[in-house]
């Protein structure tokens, strides 16, 4: 009986360790097989990214070849025009564009005002199909009290409202919505950019800049500058950061010539932040002040300040195009010539003049090529980010 007894635990030992190995074995088996689709998995991602990564690299370096190819072929005089974003000017329109063969045409209210949708949309193509390089076409349309779109017959449904209006009312999700439906209208006309976002940190109702930005502290601005940014990027319209190093609660530099008197480590802890934002984002362009920024340089607008700039490239790490603000601002046109600014911008590191005195301008600039004051490096350094700039945005085609 005990034998019996015996054999039978045996037995049923034997089946449960025989059920336990099978199990076991049937375990380890799919769990191998799970970590072999995983490794297969990972390699697939990591093959395909790596894959999107060296198409990427092609492109770029496909890019790069056909801008330095396109600026092999070009003039001098060429060159120079590249660097000026130019006022339209009240007469000889398409005449300007090849004389001196402009980078771009700048809208001001003037060049709106009677304009339908057809008839603005026939202007801007008539100042294309004049220009041997295709024009970057810029509208000041930050919304609000800066919009010149608005100031048309018709030209908006309904005008753009200030970015503090509409993140109140609906906070990033409504910047985002806004930025499409502007985005919209500008190519709907031909316009490239709108020279927005406004990065400035100002938090005194009563300052000159406080309307036009979001009136709160550096982190949300920052948070409202990267979602700009990248929504501007994905519709293909450039961006432009402002005013460089930041305008404070300051005084109105259109007017007057302006001293931010704030020290160095207040601008790095607070002003630079969201221009830091748009710079990660990969923003396309940053627009430099005319105000004296004592703290970097207390001789010069910020606008012609070497110091300046060569903060934001180094510092910041900016490699975009660097534009001045319009040279015609009491700020900058109180403190030097016309005639002198265009040139003083580009050797303090500008790749691209807000000019309404491109006439004057271009000459000069030439004569400081000659002269060796200003190097065709420096110049054809400037000329491949405006270029850069123009392809990021389609304009240059195969």
Do not use: C, W
């Given at each position: 009986?005990?034998t019996s007894a015996?054999a039978?635990?045996?037995?049923?030992f034997g089946?449960?360790?025989s059920i336990m190995w099978?199990?076991n074995?049937?375990?380890?088996?799919?769990?191998?097989k799970r970590?072999?689709?995983?490794?297969?998995s990972s390699?697939?991602v990591?093959?395909?990214?790596?894959t999107?990564q060296?198409?990427?690299?092609?492109s770029?370096?496909?890019?790069?070849k056909?801008?330095?190819?396109?600026?092999?072929?070009m003039?001098?005089?060429?060159?120079?025009g590249?660097l000026f974003?130019?006022r339209?000017?009240?007469?000889?329109q398409?005449?300007?564009?090849?004389?001196?063969?402009l980078?771009?045409?700048?809208l001001?209210?003037?060049d709106?005002?009677t304009?339908t949708?057809?008839?603005?949309k026939?202007?801007?193509?008539?100042?294309?199909?004049?220009?041997?390089i295709?024009?970057?076409?810029a509208?000041?349309?930050?919304?609000?009290?800066?919009?010149?779109l608005?100031?048309?017959?018709?030209?908006?449904?309904?005008?753009f409202?200030?970015?503090?209006?509409?993140?109140?009312?609906a906070?990033?999700?409504?910047?985002?919505?806004?930025?499409?439906k502007?985005?919209?209208?500008?190519?709907?006309?031909g316009?490239?950019?709108?020279?927005f976002?406004?990065?400035?940190?100002?938090?005194?109702?009563e300052a000159f800049i406080?309307?036009?930005?979001?009136?709160?502290?550096?982190?949300k601005?920052?948070?409202?500058?990267?979602?700009?940014?990248?929504e501007?990027?994905?519709?293909r319209?450039?961006?432009?950061?402002?005013?460089?190093?930041?305008?404070g609660?300051n005084?109105?530099?259109?007017?007057?010539?302006?001293?931010?008197?704030?020290d160095?480590?207040?601008?790095r802890s607070?002003?630079?932040?969201?221009?830091?934002?748009?710079?990660?984002?990969?923003?396309?362009?940053i627009?430099?002040?005319?105000n004296?920024?004592?703290?970097?340089?207390d001789?010069?607008?910020?606008s012609?300040?070497?110091p300046v700039h060569?903060?934001l490239r180094?510092?910041?790490?900016f490699q975009?195009?660097?534009?001045?603000?319009?040279?015609?601002m009491?700020?900058?046109?109180?403190?030097?010539?016309?005639?002198?600014a265009?040139?003083?911008?580009?050797?303090?590191?500008n790749?691209l003049?807000?000019s309404?005195s491109?006439?004057?301008q271009?000459?000069?600039?030439?004569?400081?090529?000659?002269?060796?004051?200003?190097?065709e490096?420096?110049?054809?350094?400037?000329?491949?980010?405006?270029?850069?700039?123009?392809?990021?945005?389609?304009?240059?085609?195969e």
């Open positions: 009986m005990i015996v039978i635990l045996l037995l049923i089946i449960s360790f099978f199990v074995k049937n375990n380890d088996t799919a769990q191998t970590t072999e689709e995983t490794k297969q390699t697939e990591a093959e395909e990214s790596q999107a060296s198409n990427q690299d092609t770029l370096k496909g890019q790069e056909k801008i330095k190819d396109l600026i092999a072929s003039s001098l005089e060429e060159k120079v590249q974003l130019a339209v000017p009240i007469e000889a398409q005449e300007s564009i090849q004389e001196y063969h980078g771009g045409y700048l001001f209210g003037r709106i005002e304009a949708p057809d008839s603005l026939e202007k801007i193509s008539s100042y294309q199909k004049v220009s041997k295709p024009l970057f076409i509208s000041d349309e930050e919304g609000g009290t800066v919009s010149r608005g100031g048309g017959n018709g030209l908006v449904s309904e005008p409202k200030s970015p503090m209006e509409i993140y109140q009312e906070g990033l999700t409504g910047i985002r919505s806004d930025i499409q502007k985005s919209e209208v500008l190519r709907s006309y316009i490239h950019g709108g020279l976002p406004d990065a400035d940190v100002a938090t005194d109702p406080y309307d036009r930005t979001l009136g709160l502290d550096a982190e601005t920052s948070e409202y500058v990267k979602t700009s940014v990248e501007l990027k994905k519709q319209i450039a961006s432009t950061l402002k005013h460089f190093p930041g305008y609660d005084r109105d530099s259109h007017v007057e010539i302006v001293y931010d008197t704030r160095l480590e207040t601008l607070n002003d630079f932040l969201p221009f830091k934002a748009g710079i990660t984002a990969g923003t396309d362009s627009m430099v002040s005319h004296i920024v004592t703290s970097i340089d001789t010069m607008p910020a012609i300040s070497q060569d903060l180094n510092e910041l790490g975009g195009v660097i534009m001045t603000d319009d040279m015609d009491a700020g900058l046109a109180d403190f030097i010539s016309q005639e002198e265009g040139l003083a911008a580009l050797k303090a590191g790749d003049i807000l309404s491109f006439q004057e271009i000459p000069y600039v030439l004569q400081g090529i000659e002269q060796g004051t200003y190097s490096e420096a110049l054809n350094q400037s000329v491949y980010r405006v270029l850069k700039m123009k392809s990021d945005l389609g304009l240059l085609k």
